[in-house]
């Protein structure tokens, strides 16, 4: 008799063509279903297996819900039809929030109205924050994959993805997006109720790619590389990016500038962001042994340029 352990390339397979969603009503968590019931089939054949949400799953297992009707949204996917995922809503609360890119932390306490604590600008793009709004702190999302095209948007709260990634799962509360097997685009934990920790991500626009990988922010068209920081911005009176890159954006204050040049400005293989960050693992830790966590942001512009050298 077959495992019930489903193997995980029968599972991406039914996960790409059901568009990472329940088949019926497009939200992101799901279960996998066999069609005629794995007691009856013993076996994992993607043709023969669909996905369904919490509530979809226990309608079908009441028989509230026909085999016909799931036949024929798995022929027809509710994400696959609309080119996006269903809106799932985060629980974010909170009057404090916390970021955790590699080692780097960003932290934030109670903000003006209008607020918001931005780690990353790329040009006047967010790849990730969180916006102060009625009291309390709610996440914001956008990412870009290397056509320019949104590949993933969290708004106040709210989550959407595209399906245009070649893989994505969302296990636990740990969402994670691929472009290719061992290709990870985003590796995101959501840390409720305010905190959240990216341990890996590649964040691209109009031709500037930030990687956060080996512990390390890079940005790798400057050669600048970050890392061991913690910046506690305290009460936050506006929109504030911490690290700006490329050109500063109007619409927000910034900390610190790394700017890009238009001759700077190009597509960037996913070889060379790694082979650059690994080379720059082991020398940010030696260079920033010496300075202190919490550290300003002239020591962290000075350490980085130290680094760019
Ligand atoms: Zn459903």
Known sequence: MASRDIPEDVAREVRQRCGFGCVICGLPLYEYEHLEGFATVHRHLADEMTLLCNLHHAERTKRLLTLDAVRAANDNPHNRRNGVSTPYDLHYTGSACRVRLGSMTFAADVGAAGAALIPVTIDENAP???AFEDGHYLLNAKLFDVNDQVILRITNNQLVYSVLPWDITFVGRTLILREAKRRILLEISFQLPNE????????????????????????????NAFANFTISAGSIPSRVSLIAVGDPPDSMQWLLNVPVRQGQRRAISRQESLAFVRAQAKQIRETLAHVERDATAAEIIAASRTLSE
């Open 128 to 130: 990730i924050w969180f």
């Open 196 to 223: 959240i920790v990216i341990d890996r991500a590649v964040f691209r626009y109009k031709g500037v790619t930030v990687v956060v990988s080996s512990g390390l922010l890079g940005i790798v068209n400057t050669r």
